[in-house]
């Protein structure tokens, strides 16, 4: 049975408000209704509410004698979500702040938030919401990351509690973007050159066979061949982006590999860690 907004549930559930209800957080609250939490929510924007889960009127009344509020708005939006309910935090309440923002904002959110006595967890999604919603891998920090783990992991959420310090969830999902999007848009260049070549068939299937028969150590040997066949291998990108000219295409990732190899030549490589155990 949803829990009203001011109330806890009668048997006893956690009490959890989700702020905003956009795609990531509709599907979380619906899955927080089905693993048994007393689910209140609340968007200004006339969008559905989760079946299950109880719609507050404003977001002052919607975190009322909540132990946990998860704000899953844009990062724009992200302080002005945590004063609307600010006032309304009991002491020892957890706001997650869920939003994209950058580790600096999330720092300002946990000084606002820790000066209330309420305890604060800087939460990255490492994951898409849709398909599998609140089992999303995780990231969380700051002084309620502890809590937010405690809470979250008995209902089904896939998260690691990366320390107190509050923006270092934030710093994490953002280094690692660099790599994964990078990777990505530099693929989605190869596509349009295999496109343009008429060869994307054997292109696509000989970049997965590279990449699958790497093993564990494929990103190390590939990082550290750069080191010493820096100059050799902007040779090479120079041709390709001179290639690019023929196929009438315009090699922006590819310039930014030349710039990049052409600083790896001056300064060398940076330490590259070792494999974990």
Do not use: Q
Not at 25 to 31: H, M, P, Q, R
Not at 48 to 53: D, I, M
Not at 61 to 80: E, F, Q
């Amino acid at each position: 049975m949803a829990t009203s907004a001011s109330s806890k549930s009668a048997n006893g559930s956690v009490h959890i408000t989700v702020l905003g209800l956009g795609e990531a957080g509709s599907l979380i609250a619906a899955d927080l209704v089905a693993a048994g939490a007393a689910v209140v929510v609340f968007d200004p924007a006339d969008v559905p509410t989760p079946e299950g889960a109880e719609r507050g009127p404003d977001a002052g009344t919607s975190v009322k004698n909540a132990d946990l509020v998860l704000a899953v708005t844009p990062p724009a939006r992200a302080p002005a979500a945590l004063a609307d309910a600010l006032d309304s935090l009991g002491a020892g309440t957890v706001y997650a702040d869920l939003s994209t923002g950058s580790p600096k904002m999330k720092r300002g959110l946990a000084l606002t938030a820790e000066r209330k006595n309420v305890l604060f967890a800087d939460v990255a999604l490492l994951s898409s919401i849709p398909g599998v919603g609140l089992r999303a891998r995780a990231l969380a920090s700051g002084s309620g990351a502890e809590r937010y783990v405690a809470v979250m992991d008995p209902l089904g959420a896939d998260v690691t509690d990366c320390g107190p310090e509050a923006g270092r969830a934030a710093s994490r999902k953002y280094l690692r973007a660099v790599m994964l999007r990078g990777f990505g848009t530099v693929a989605v260049e190869a596509l349009n050159a295999g496109h343009a070549a008429d060869d994307v068939e054997w292109l696509w299937a000989n970049m997965n066979d590279e990449i699958n028969a790497g093993g564990d150590n494929w990103l190390a040997e590939t990082v550290a061949r750069l080191g010493p066949f820096a100059r050799r291998r902007r040779r090479e990108m120079d041709s390709c982006a001179l290639y690019f000219d023929e196929l009438d295409l315009d090699p922006v990732m590819t310039r930014s590999t030349l710039e990049m190899l052409r600083r790896i030549e001056a300064d060398g490589l940076p330490t590259i860690p070792a494999p974990p155990d």
